[in-house]
């Protein structure tokens, strides 16, 4: 008989943190730099645990090196030539490569890539392994592949939502489990499929089962501002991935549209039609496509949307009593809202233009 979960699961709209009595005097006092130790890889980590996604509209060479300037991490995404990696690894000073990791899915194809690039690239660090579907007997086995091919490379692997998978997917070999599925701006899964979890209990319970086997986890999709990056840690993730929120930048791949006047870019889910289309020529027939095509006003530099997201963390921080980012989640106490903003001037908004922002 189906079964019925009663007990309430939470997205990030639902809450919002509780401001609490703190001695720090500004958010320049906060410091967003995180330190880890992998558990299989043993290798430490030094940053600032905000992702780029390895969409191929934002896990970009381009993005690596401007988010690298702020210590903050890129997945690049795989369709990338061993020959353009090659090319990149030449142009970057190496400490570019602290910060980024290559991707790979499954296939034999990715498996073959994913060594020759390795192999050419020594200074390639971490493996990002990305299915839709972490639950897969085949993933498990994968991610068990990699982590015997190279044992001291740290690896993201991903996505699933429940404790358990955590579990699984950490005693394979992954270090950092990727936890989402369906939250994404340009995801369709939950409508397509029916399939999904909450994204803010989806970290709270995933965190948790990572962390007592002294695992790690990033928090993937759904933010769309930067308070829901700053609820993702406040919920226990040790890194946040983004896609929507750095798309539509000069370091963003898509193309540049001109409509009466106004800048767009394109932007799209990894299996929507476009990319499909773009990457393997048509929609496999057994599937349908699971994410959707936008095109969205173009921003300028990332770097403007950085200093906007890093802001906001470090507002959060302020007001829970944060000294370090470290502390976010020890020091977060959600309450659950019905209301997140008051939206009485929403239609009368001034746009922020890239002119103005930069
Ligand atoms: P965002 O930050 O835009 O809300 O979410 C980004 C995440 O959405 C990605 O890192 C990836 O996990 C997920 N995603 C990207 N493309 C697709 C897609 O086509 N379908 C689904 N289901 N998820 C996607």
Same mark, same amino acid.
């Not at 394979?172 to 369906?182: E, N």
């Not at 994404?184 to 899964?189: H, N, P, Q």
């Given at each position: 008989?189906?079964r019925i979960?009663?007990e ?6 639902d ?6 009595r703190? $001695?720090?005097k ?11 130790i @992998?558990r !299989? ?12 996604s !390895?969409?191929?509209t934002?896990?970009? @060479?381009?993005?690596?090196?401007a988010?690298?300037?702020h210590?903050?991490f $890129?997945t ?5 030539s061993?020959?353009?990696w090659k090319a990149?690894a *030449?142009?970057v000073?190496v400490?570019? @490569?602290?910060n980024?990791a290559?991707?790979?899915g499954?296939?034999e194809?990715?498996?073959?890539k ?5 192999k050419?690239?020594? /200074?390639l ?8 579907n ?7 086995d ?5 982590r015997e ?6 690896i ?6 429940t404790g358990?998978?955590v579990e699984?997917?950490?005693l ?7 936890? &989402?599925?369906?939250p994404?701006?340009?995801?369709? $899964?939950r409508k397509k499929?029916?399939v999904?979890y909450? /994204? ?14 002294n695992?790690?986890?990033m928090?993937?999709g ?14 226990? *993730?040790?890194f946040?991935m983004? &896609?929507?929120? @750095?798309?539509?930048?000069? /370091?963003?791949g898509? +193309? ?12 799209y889910g990894?299996s ?6 773009k990457h393997?020529g ?20 990332v ?20 000294k ?6 020890k ?10 903003t008051? +939206? ?5 908004e ?9």
């Open positions: 008989m189906p979960e009663f309430p699961k939470l997205d990030f709209k809450v919002l943190l509780r401001p609490k703190s $001695t720090l500004s958010r320049a006092d906060v410091d967003l730099d995180r330190e880890y @992998f !299989n890889s043993k290798a430490t980590y030094t940053g600032v645990p905000v992702v780029a !390895n969409m191929d934002v896990g970009t @060479f381009e993005m690596a090196s988010l690298n300037n210590k903050m $890129t690049i995404h795989k369709h990338y061993v020959d353009e990149f *030449a142009s000073p400490e570019t @490569f602290n980024l290559i991707s790979s499954i296939s194809n990715d498996w073959n994913l060594n020759e690039v390795i050419a690239l020594p /200074q660090k971490c493996i990002c392994l990305d299915v839709a972490g639950y897969s007997e085949s993933f498990v994968f991610i068990r592949r990699v091919a190279y044992p001291t490379h740290t993201m692997a991903g996505n699933v939502v358990e998978m699984e997917l950490i394979s070999g992954a270090d950092i489990v990727k936890v &989402g599925i369906g994404g701006s340009v995801c369709t $899964t499929a029916g999904g909450p /994204q803010l209990s989806a970290v709270l319970e995933c965190a948790d089962a990572a962390h007592g086997l695992g790690h986890v928090s993937d759904g933010c769309s501002n930067p308070g829901d990056v700053a609820k993702a840690f406040g919920a226990g *993730a040790d946040v983004i &896609g929507g929120l @750095f798309a539509g930048h000069d /370091q963003s898509g +193309d540049l549209i001109e409509h009466n006047g106004k800048k767009f870019k394109l932007f990894m929507s039609d476009t990319a499909m289309k393997h048509s929609v496999a027939e057994y599937r349908a496509s699971e994410g959707k095509t936008v095109t969205i006003p173009y921003r300028g530099d770097n403007c949307t950085v200093q906007d997201i890093l802001g906001g963390i470090r507002s959060a921080c302020t007001y829970t009593g944060s370090q980012l470290k502390e976010l989640a020091r977060a106490t959600f309450i659950r809202v019905t209301q997140q008051n +939206d009485m001037y929403v239609p009368f001034v746009p922020t233009l890239p002119s103005q922002s930069k």
